[in-house]
């Protein structure tokens, strides 16, 4: 590992967290690589570094990062992936890259993103409960094909009980990332499958806004709700994406705000979720060809609706009464 960094020269750091620090890496045979190396008290403890080992080890996907080795000896705790060159939706969202991300390419990567977490849910056996999804966790490639990374606190579905049923939670203490928290989750302590839909309804909202979970005081879902509700949304709606056919965007708030239910039970599962991205990004003008063909043979079969294409901008006014979920009450007070 030494060697594909030279040495761990800061020259090759290409991102830093509370676990330690990733960096570029250029394998013997030419294999370019995210080396991420802990630090001595790190917040990835031992658990959860083989945690993701286990996990990533058995999980394939076009959706998910692939690990590609490990190191775990002399002290060091190392774990290497397929390099993204595009980093990570978050700091495009922060405007850390000279691109703009326009409406149809913020809308595959919600959907390639969503069509991961819905593997995790549905495919994996046991399935897995990621915990930590954000937009920070969700890596592009040179395509800006979405990747989720960062298995590090996933837990594995409940086994089947004394009564030989299958719970529909884990108990365990509560981890994440303040503000993509499900609040049931953070009262209960009982982790769902929901509880990723809460956190990914929430990448939704930053999508839509650009806007930091929690900025200044300010919490996400509380803002989008509050102006959704006085129609001012356009406010808050993030300019550099461009224009976008009306209709996406009276499907997309009412989607994002649904997975933002307080309540569990009210939110929609992944694959409602994927199905319903699929149904708006084919309302995008000239949007590229969706590579859907096996989920939609898998999980379900309909036609697509047509639609017009009229475009609005953030001087427009916006009606989000006639959406999908349009009869759920969009009120979210995050706790």
């Not at 676990?19 to 403890?45: F, M």
């Not at 076009?62 to 290497?80: I, T």
Request: charged share 20%; net charge negative; glycine share 8%.
């Amino acid at each position: 590992m030494a060697s594909a960094t030279n040495n761990f020269n800061s020259c090759a750091q290409v991102g830093q967290g509370g676990y330690g620090t990733v960096y570029k890496g250029i394998l013997y045979d030419s294999t370019i690589v995210a080396i991420k190396r802990a630090t001595e008290g790190s917040l990835q403890g031992k658990k959860e570094f083989l945690t993701e080992i286990e996990l990533l080890s058995r999980l394939h996907h076009r959706n998910l990062v692939s690990l590609v080795g490990y190191c775990d000896e002399e002290g060091e705790q190392m774990l290497v992936y397929e390099f993204m060159p595009k980093g990570t939706l978050r700091n495009w969202l922060s405007g850390e890259s000279n691109e703009n991300l326009e409406f149809g390419v913020r809308l595959r990567i919600a959907l390639g993103s969503a069509k991961g977490i819905l593997y995790l849910h549905t495919e994996a056996n046991p399935p897995i409960f990621h915990r930590d999804i954000k937009a920070s966790n969700i890596l592009l490639d040179s395509k800006l094909t979405a990747k989720v990374a960062d298995f590090g606190l996933s837990r594995l579905a409940p086994a089947l009980n004394d009564e030989g049923t299958v719970p529909n939670h884990v108990s365990t203490l509560v981890k994440g990332t303040p503000g993509y928290l499900d609040p049931e989750y953070f009262l209960t302590h009982k982790l769902t499958d929901k509880s990723d839909v809460y956190s990914f309804g929430v990448v939704l909202l930053e999508i839509l806004t650009g806007m930091h979970p929690i900025s200044h005081g300010k919490n996400i879902v509380r803002e989008v709700n509050m102006t959704q509700k006085s129609g001012t949304l356009f406010s808050i709606i993030d300019s550099r994406m461009g224009s976008y056919p009306s209709e996406c965007m009276e499907k997309f708030v009412p989607l994002a705000l649904s997975c933002c239910q307080d309540k569990p039970e009210e939110r929609p599962s992944m694959l409602e979720v994927v199905r319903e991205l699929e149904n708006i990004l084919r309302l995008v003008p000239d949007a590229a060809e969706i590579d859907s063909s096996d989920f939609k043979s898998k999980y379900f079969s309909e036609s697509m609706p047509s639609s017009s294409t009229r475009t609005k901008t953030a001087s427009d006014d916006l009606n989000v009464s006639g959406g999908y979920l349009s009869s759920l009450t969009l009120t979210v007070t995050p706790r």
